[in-house]
Each structure stands twice: as C-alpha cells, then as structure tokens.
C-alpha cells in the first residue's frame, strides 16, 4: 500500500506558516512585493509541506500545489490562446476559479510546471509526484470561443499536456497524475473522457494515473478500466456507489483509494480506514493499492488537515503490520 494526496495543501496555516502566501500573494497584487520575493516565499512554503508530508510518513508526495489557484489556471494562463475571465463555481463546492476563455487555437510555448517540479523534488527525500489538470475537464470548464465543440478542444489539450508531461518525466517525475472530476459530472462524454486521457498518456517514460473526485463513477469505472494509465483514482467518500461498483467491475489497473473525507473536518478513526481496506483488498491486492484523501486538502483548516494525513499515514502503517 501507498499513501499519498491528492494534490493541493491548505493555502493558510496559522502554526506552520501563519497567513504569509495570501498576505503575500495580495501585496504582489498591489505591486508592493516583485515577482522574485513572491517566488521565494512560494518555495519556503513549499518546503515546509513537503517535509510535514514527509514527517507525517507519506510514501509519494505533492508540491502542496501552493502557487496554484486551481486546477487549470496555473496550465491555461501559460498557453497562448486563453484569458482568465471572472470566477465560476467549481462543480458543486463552494469555491471558484478563474474560467479560461478560449480565443485562439491553444499553443504550448515552452515549459509551464517543470522549474517548479524541480524545485519540489530538490527539497524532497522522498519521490514527489507532478499533476496536470486532464485534458477533459479542462476543456469542460473552460469557455471555447474558437473551436465551439467540446472534441477538438479536448484533443488539442491533450496534446499539449502529454508535452508538459513529457517535459516533467525528462524533469524526473516518476509519477504524472492527470485530474479528472468532470468525469462524474453532468452528461458525461465517457469516450472523450478516454480519448483524450490516452492522447495525454502516450509515450510517457513515468508512471501515469488518472484521478477522479467529486463525482459519480457508478456505470462509468469500468470504461474508465480501458484507459492507457497505470492507476486509477476513485471517490468513495462523495459518492459510496463507487465502493459498490469496485465490488462489480474488474479492476484490471491500480487503485487508488480516496477514502478521507478532504472536506470535512471530522477526523476518521483508524478503525474506519482499516474496515474499508479490508473491503478493498478483496478486489485489488494491497501491492496494487494506493490510499488518499479523496480530494485535495484546500478546502480544511491546516491543523485539520495535517491530522487527516497523520491519521492516513498511521492507519496504513499500523494495517501492513
């Protein structure tokens, strides 16, 4: 079994490192911090996520995804052919993002996530993982102006995250995790969704998952088990048909097990986890397992959500002995 996270980490951390990136982030706003400081107060915080996920014993780690808003911003603001607009509701949290609006044919000009990648994995002991929005809900989400149809948007950002994915495995990543929580949501396109997914995949050295949250895979896993990724992420917290579609469909990949929930901040018990590996394990051997939160960590208190990656991290270790 491997534990890691989802992605992103809690932006403000009273104890660790007090209110420093929002006060920091809104002074360079004004023009009263450069872009240098900010960077610097980026990687001081970085650091400090990446070793309490180490101290915690995570097995994979994340670069906390501090400097990102959200999960396509950071890509769409770096590629020609997008503006960011006003902010949208993202899916059914109460949180937004800044929905890119597609002008032009997107185009790709050069590294967009790999000085940071590096950064992240110097600062590590342990491996650090590198995540992409997929190609599928960034087109979802974003407002074509240029090609008006979901497909060739679709695949035009596959091709350039399989870029940027390539790019990161040169870089060292031994892991590219592409996020997909359109896939759930709405009228699914199931065989965009996989398409597109591929076209990012293909030709990748590292190992590649696709991760799924917030919404319903019930009838959709099993297409999801066609797919060309090593690992796929599911939600049972959200939604638990998931853990009753695991039980139905052949789990011919690697899972990985979103099994605490990231919005909420009552703690789950040892004994929970462990009941829910145990129902697990029945499908997918404990060598091919993964556990995480089921989302990212953004939307909980810092303090609550250390506790949830110490409690993870305790309920794997003490379930191997």
């Known amino acids: 079994m491997i534990t890691t996270l989802v992605g992103n980490y809690p932006k403000v951390a009273e104890r660790a490192y ?3 990136l929002i006060g920091a982030i809104t002074r360079w706003q004004r023009k009263e911090l450069s872009d240098q400081a900010l960077e610097q107060i980026c990687q001081e915080i970085t650091k400090a996520v990446i070793q309490e ?16 808003e959200d999960l ?17 509701r993202w899916f059914n949290n109460n949180v937004y993002y800044r929905r ?6 997107p185009a790709r000009t050069g590294p ?14 342990k491996p650090v993982k590198a995540i992409l929005p997929g190609p599928y809900t960034f087109a979802v989400v974003s407002e074509d102006r240029h090609y008006k149809r979901l497909r060739p948007l679709a695949l035009k950002l596959a091709e350039i995250l399989n870029e940027e994915a390539k790019a990161l495995a040169a870089a060292g990543a031994p892991f590219i995790q592409f996020d997909e929580p359109a896939i759930g949501f709405g009228n699914t396109d199931m065989k965009l969704a996989i398409e597109a997914l591929n076209v990012a995949a293909k030709g990748l050295s590292a190992k590649t998952a696709v991760y799924t949250y917030f919404g319903s895979l019930n009838g959709g896993l099993e297409g999801l088990m066609r797919a060309k ?13 998931t853990l009753a579609a695991l039980k139905r469909v052949k789990i011919t990949k ?24 145990n129902v697990v394990k029945k499908r997918v051997p404990l060598n091919r397992l993964t556990v995480n939160p089921n989302c990212g960590l953004e939307f909980l208190p810092h303090t609550q959500a250390l506790a949830k990656v110490q409690r993870l991290a305790h309920a794997v270790r003490t379930y191997r002995g």
């Open 72 to 88: 396509v911003t950071p890509v769409a603001r770096r590629l020609e052919g997008f503006e960011s607009n006003g902010l949208s």
């Open 100 to 105: 890119p609006i597609l002008h032009k044919a």
């Open 229 to 241: 990724v090593h690992l796929i992420g599911v939600d049972v917290v959200s939604d638990p048909k």
């Open 18 to 20: 007090s209110t420093k």
């Open 112 to 125: 967009i996530l790999v000085e940071e990648y590096r950064f992240a994995a110097r600062c590590a002991k």
């Open 53 to 68: 996920q180490e101290k915690a014993g995570l097995d994979l780690l994340t670069d906390g995804q501090i400097r990102w």
């Open 254 to 277: 690697e899972l990985a097990l979103g099994c605490l929930d990231a919005r909420n901040t009552k703690l789950e018990s040892v004994a929970e986890l462990h009941a829910l590996f």
